[in-house]
């Protein structure tokens, strides 16, 4: 029984058992961080880790619950500290002025406790708990979030698997039957007006009813329980490089990102890796202008061409030529999460953490003596009730 009762407080008591629950979402961040593939590190290890962290805490907050209304909330065998300090009164005396000032005694009247308002804060803070978690669990159990790249052209059904490049799914994602059609009219590259670039979009529905609007990068639109939004302009290039012999070093697409601060007049980058050579692609897309830097043996040539103006560039050893570039939109379709309710219980969570370190549990335990008492205490505020120093 004792052994059963050390684990039942290892559980549902215990603040240091809940770091098992860090083990795997540490091992996920240092996977992203380091680009390091760890045992554990996918996504349904983490989900199973936060369905038994939320369990395990909905056990908790039900045993604090309980435990609100009753005047013994603690109990003798719950961190008894090993200093203690000898009394003359008697155990009756101590134990008539406990009563008195509003301690609880148990039936050999060998502990005592007050209530104190710190208890509810740990209830408080499971309760947070409890919402972030479930709200988080439930989001994830439900998530449908997908990256397509698009163009203007005909229109996407993003309800088709196949319209996606990156597609999550929880086991429980809703069907996304109810999900439009959307139609790239119009691609805006960075300007004055839209820093980030734009794309001006066509929602059409099953029924046929079809919605304009602009797309800016973060600012999301909503169409039923989803958020659409645009992320960012991408440009991929086919690029040809070949030596003065005809032997082709390069022939692929290259995707151009945004760069996050201009580099001269061109704001669009992105990397190639061919059998020979290795090399960078910058682009201007308002004139149009290609800048290919090449690297080989340690030797780095750059050449400069215009898309659709230059049909091949011979610079230094090499001919290069652009046949063709697609321009695309980086649209995000996520199911929304229920951000509310995950910052009330991050909020619930803290207020209950601040009510648990600033207010301390009041205990005593009373022993008798040859000529006095022994008592082991917790609590200043019950310390200085009965003149103990220290």
Known sequence: ????????????????????????????????????????AGALPLLVNNICFTLLVACRLLRYLAGIG??????AGWRRPRGSVVTAKSVSDVRGQLTGAGYFLDADGSYGEKRDL??????????????????????????????????VGSATKLSKVESYRLLNLGPLAAKSDSLPRLQIIKQYTPDYTFPKGATEISLISEDGKESRTILIPTDPVRYGPYDIYMTKLVFEP????????????????????????KRGPFSFYGLFVGAEVVGGVYYQPEKSLLKVVITRNDKRVVADMTFQ??????????????????????????????KFLLLLGGI???????????????????????????????????????????
């Open 238 to 261: 086919q690029i040809i490089i070949k030596s003065k012999d005809s032997r082709t070093l390069f022939d692929g697409f290259v995707k151009l990102d945004p760069l996050v601060q």
């Open 70 to 75: 009753r005047g013994m909330r603690y109990g």
């Open 1 to 40: 029984m004792k052994a059963e009762s050390k684990l039942s407080r290892l559980l549902l008591v215990s603040p240091w058992f809940l770091l098992i629950f860090l083990v795997i979402p540490i091992i996920v961040i240092l996977s992203l961080t380091l680009h390091l593939s760890f045992p554990l």
């Open 118 to 151: 710190g208890y509810f804060g740990t209830t408080v803070l499971y309760g947070g708990l409890f919402i972030l978690l479930a709200t988080g669990c439930w989001d994830n159990l439900r998530q449908f979030s997908g990256v397509l790249f698009d163009g």
């Open 348 to 390: 619930v969570a803290l207020i209950g953490l601040l009510m648990r370190i600033a207010i301390r549990p009041q205990r005593v335990w009373l022993e008798g003596t040859d000529g006095g008492c022994r008592l082991t205490v917790v609590g200043k505020e019950t310390k200085s009730f009965l003149r103990i120093e220290g």
């Open 309 to 338: 103006v230059d049909q091949q560039v011979e610079k230094g050893d090499y001919i290069l030529s652009c046949a063709k570039m697609g321009q695309w939109s980086e649209i995000h379709v996520v199911h929304r999460r229920h």
